[in-house]
């Protein structure tokens, strides 16, 4: 394991924890972890030995959100272009998969970095909350493109307007989160989720992934001949053919990304 400051990271059969690690202000970002956040998630992604990725926080919540003791920016949207965008994103566009693991309050742009996960696991005492109502301010980091894609314009509206607080089994219901589990198991099922995926051979999982994405944007005639390029790539695969002679073979395959 290696630890910064604020966050803490390491790997075990083939998946990458990564915890927030400001428990006395419930994983409230500052600038410090901003920036080392973006490092341990660039460092994921290159790690060839890493397949799949865990968000997580430390203590008693996911996050916070932003530490407003760590004072205001002269300018806002600097920050959020510079230091929150950059670290979204790459989760957004990694190759591989991320879960979050959400522990209690995930809130404000907490809330942001949980659903930009490609899969969520939320405690049953773990909810996300839109607190930007409270203190004047609007959703930021994407929430409300997760929002209105998850729930509809009105749903969504009325979740940032009422400053809801919703609840695991609800977020599940409602197709903000993927599972939910006892608290104390949170990290052990969500790791042997990630170990069971991370098994998977990596090329799919990886287009996939950028299936799904191009699908927010595309029409269906244009997703299906994109489907179409990727499968190209994947049945050219070394993994298609190991999956194959598996399967024959009534054996389990090893994939290796190839």
Same mark, same amino acid.
């Given at each position: ?14 998946? @990458? ?5 400001? =428990? ?7 600038? *410090? ?32 959100? @932003? ?9 806002? *949207? *600097? ?12 989760? @957004? +566009? ?89 608290? +104390?198991?949170?990290? +052990? +099922? ?13 090329? @799919? ?25 990727? *499968? ?20 389990? =395959? ?5």
């Amino acid at each position: 394991m290696s630890e910064t400051e604020t966050v803490r990271y390491a790997v075990n059969e083939g998946v @990458a924890l990564i915890t927030l690690n400001r =428990p006395q202000v419930m994983n409230a970002f500052n600038h *410090q972890m901003r920036l080392e956040l973006l490092a341990a998630v660039r460092r994921a992604i290159a790690d060839a030995e890493v397949r799949v990725a865990v968000l997580t926080g430390e203590g008693r919540g996911f996050s916070a959100g @932003a530490d407003l003791a760590d004072g205001m920016p002269a300018l806002v *949207q *600097q920050q959020i272009d510079e230091e929150y965008k950059p670290v979204l994103m790459a989760i @957004a +566009e990694s190759p591989k998969p991320f879960i979050s693991a959400v522990n209690g309050a995930a809130a404000g742009i907490g809330s942001s970095f949980a659903m930009v996960c490609d899969l969520t696991v939320m405690a049953e005492n773990a909810y996300l909350y839109q607190a930007f109502m409270a203190i004047a301010l609007v959703p930021d980091g994407g929430a409300t493109w997760h929002l209105v894609r998850q729930l509809g314009r009105k749903r969504a509206f009325e979740m940032i307007v009422d400053g809801e607080k919703m609840n695991a089994a609800r977020c599940v219901e409602l197709g903000l989160a993927n599972r939910v589990v006892p608290a +104390e198991r949170l990290l +052990e +099922e969500t790791l042997a989720w990630a170990r069971a995926i991370a098994r998977k051979a990596p090329l @799919a999982l990886r287009y996939s992934k950028e299936a799904l994405n191009k699908a927010m944007q595309l029409d269906l005639a244009d997703t299906i001949s994109y489907e179409a390029k990727l *499968q190209n790539i994947t049945m050219l695969s070394e993994d298609t053919r190991e999956g194959v002679e598996a399967f024959f073979a009534k054996r389990p =395959p090893v994939f290796k990304g190839r």
